[in-house]
């Protein structure tokens, strides 16, 4: 049933892209641009319904690794929004933990 979701909306994609590169007026292209970016968040939320759909149905299998605790706090510092304002604590040079370092996780989520 994901293609009867995804299929039209990347064609809509496709098209905008389309329209954008020909188009030369900066108002228009700007109009097109957030239909490109709406699309864009759209089909992230069709994916996440779908992938929600899975996990409910337990036919999506998980990507279990292994990452580094501290080395994942060091890139959060990096975003211009820091952690630390909504009250989260991400300082790797002062980070303990009681279980190490090496945690398992499934990537991006």
């Known amino acids: 049933m994901s293609y009867e979701f995804r ?3 990347n064609s809509i994609l496709g098209l905008t892209e389309v ?8 108002s228009r292209r700007h ?11 759209l089909l992230k939320l069709i994916n ?9 149905s337990q036919s999506l ?12 706090c ?8 820091k952690p630390s304002r909504r009250g989260i604590c991400t300082s790797a040079s002062t980070m ?4 190490g370092n090496n945690m398992s996780g499934i990537p991006g989520a």
């Open 7 to 9: 299929s039209p909306m």
């Open 48 to 56: 996440d319904i779908l992938d929600t759909s899975k996990l409910e």
């Open 19 to 26: 329209l954008i590169s020909d188009e030369v007026d900066a």
């Open 31 to 41: 109009h097109l641009e957030v239909i490109r970016e709406s699309g864009n968040s």
């Open 96 to 99: 303990t933990t009681p279980f």
């Open 61 to 72: 299998p998980l990507d279990v690794s292994e990452f580094s605790l501290v080395q994942l």
């Open 74 to 81: 060091r890139q959060i510092e990096l975003y211009p929004v």
